[in-house]
């Protein structure tokens, strides 16, 4: 009886330690992508790059002017220097983390948000990010997001 306690509790205690990896992971992924959206309301040009991985791909699936569905690619470097450019408004996108999935180096972060201009709504949609970890930690290696003005409870 005393074999069968002591493995229980060691099984206990090393799925306590597995979940408060797990949940460490997923904060430090957390904060690699609020990183990226502290840097949009800052307009801090260091803080964006340090979310990015040096190789990384940036898309958004827009609705064209005939109502076609098209995916079009971003560079980072533009998206850093307009970001940057001085601008009156505060670029505020507001999240919500939905769902995170994290295996070994490789992270998948699915967040809904709402995007704002100073305290004016713009629009809204879904990101969807993928992160790796390396020596210096996570970092985004690929970002898509949609992007409407309607529906956006």
Partial sequence: MKQISLLLLLIVLSFNQSFAQAKSEEEAVKATINLLFDGMRNADTTMLRKAFAGKNTMETIAKTKDGKFVVRTENLNNFIKSVGTPHTEKYDERIVFTKILI?????????????????????????????FKGEDGWKIIYLIDTRRKDNCN
């Fill in 103 to 131: 295996d070994a180096n490789l992270a998948s972060v699915w967040t809904d948000y709402k995007f704002y201009v100073g305290d004016k709504f713009s629009h809204c949609g879904v990101n969807s990010f993928q992160l």
